[in-house]
């Protein structure tokens, strides 16, 4: 829609190099005169009509704009996670080491050190020691699971159980069994359930309403392996359901304005921690997936511009 309003998207920078555009990872090699006025006019937000009318008859101008929309770099809702902290490469790059993750002895030498650290362990001091608790079964029992017994199902009892930590909690006014910020839950769950993998549910994706605490299918389409980086595949060709956690900005922005996505980010966690510990309990297993395309997800699910995917939950027998 032409009448959409247009931003800036927050977290890519632009720079002009050599008469060249560079906005995040992208580089054009035309309209560096438009530059910074694009960039003012969009960043507070700006509907397409009035933009392109601002740069009337300019075919260079109309071209740009129609790219940096296709490259999300003006956007019409919220950034995608990624997208978000994308201004931190010029600073990650300095941290960045490539050889690290080429060379497994490396990363685990690495991962040794950043593991078992102490960064009080040149103190003086003598450290108060805590009493050795018993740490109870199911937590003694976490593990990510990468590869779920594909000839077997999930129980419909099963799924229901792992769902209901989500559900409302029918003994308190608008309330769930985690905390959010603001008691306002802004995370939507999504599955996508497989073929003859759950009992009693047709492969599909699916919306999970916690105030009802029902299923509502969407599409008979799921997500396709290719969606999933190349190491993750495995992962997902054996599951059995993915949950898929949405950000619904509309929520939690109106009270706390940008500060909404990060509290968000803290809510899924939570709520990721949470799921795990019931899969875990009920003998099942499951493993996180931080990223995949889930531009295509978002695509699949219709999600409008306020929803964007935030992580990604395999859920599988062991
Ligand atoms: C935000 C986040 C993203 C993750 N993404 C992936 C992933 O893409 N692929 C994967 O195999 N594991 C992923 N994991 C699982 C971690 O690798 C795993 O939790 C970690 O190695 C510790 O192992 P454990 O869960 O078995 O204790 C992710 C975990 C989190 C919290």
């Known amino acids: 829609m032409n009448n959409d309003v247009l931003y800036w998207s927050a977290g890519v920078p632009f720079r002009i190099d050599n008469n060249k555009v560079i906005a995040g990872a992208l580089k054009f090699s035309y309209g560096s005169e438009l530059f910074p006025e694009l960039y003012y006019l969009t960043v507070n937000g700006i509907s397409k009509n009035d933009l392109i009318g601002h740069f009337k008859g300019n075919k260079k101008?109309?071209?740009?704009?129609?790219?940096?929309i296709s490259a999300r770099v003006l956007i019409k809702g919220v950034p995608r996670l990624n997208e978000m902290f994308y201004g931190l490469s010029p600073y990650t790059a300095t941290l960045r080491d490539e050889e690290l993750y080429l060379d497994p002895d490396k990363l685990e030498a690495a991962k040794n050190k950043i593991v078992n650290r102490n960064i009080?362990?040149?103190?003086?001091?003598v450290p108060v020691r805590m009493e050795d608790t018993q740490i109870p079964d199911h937590l003694r029992s976490h593990c990510s699971?990468?590869?779920?017994?594909?000839?077997k199902k999930i129980g419909f009892d099963e799924l229901s159980a792992f769902l209901a930590v989500f559900r409302d909690n029918k003994f308190r006014k608008n309330a769930r069994f985690y905390p959010s910020a603001g008691g306002l839950y802004p995370i939507d769950i999504y599955l996508c359930i497989k073929e003859k993998r759950v009992d009693k549910l047709e492969k599909g994706m699916y919306y999970y309403c916690p105030v009802n605490n029902s299923l509502y299918k969407l599409s008979d389409c799921i997500i396709e392996e290719s969606f999933h980086y190349p190491t993750n595949r495995e992962i997902y060709s054996s599951s059995a359901v993915s949950v898929l956690m949405v950000y619904n900005s509309?929520?939690?922005?109106?009270?706390y304005s940008y500060k909404g996505y990060a509290?968000?980010?803290?809510?899924?966690?939570?709520?990721?921690?949470?799921?795990?510990?019931?899969?875990?309990?009920?003998?099942a297993?499951?493993?996180?997936?931080?990223?995949?395309?889930?531009?295509?997800?978002?695509?699949?699910?219709?999600?409008p511009p306020e929803s964007v995917m935030l992580h990604t939950i395999e859920i599988g027998p062991k």
């Open 120 to 125: 009080c362990g040149d103190l003086q001091t």
């Open 61 to 68: 101008a109309a071209a740009l704009i129609r790219e940096l």
């Open 145 to 151: 699971t990468r590869s779920f017994d594909a000839d």
């Open 250 to 255: 509309g929520c939690n922005m109106p009270k």
């Open 285 to 303: 297993g499951c493993c996180s997936i931080g990223d995949m395309d889930f531009g295509k997800v978002e695509e699949m699910l219709g999600l």
């Open 263 to 283: 509290y968000a980010l803290l809510d899924c966690g939570i709520m990721t921690e949470l799921l795990y510990t019931e899969v875990s309990r009920l003998g």
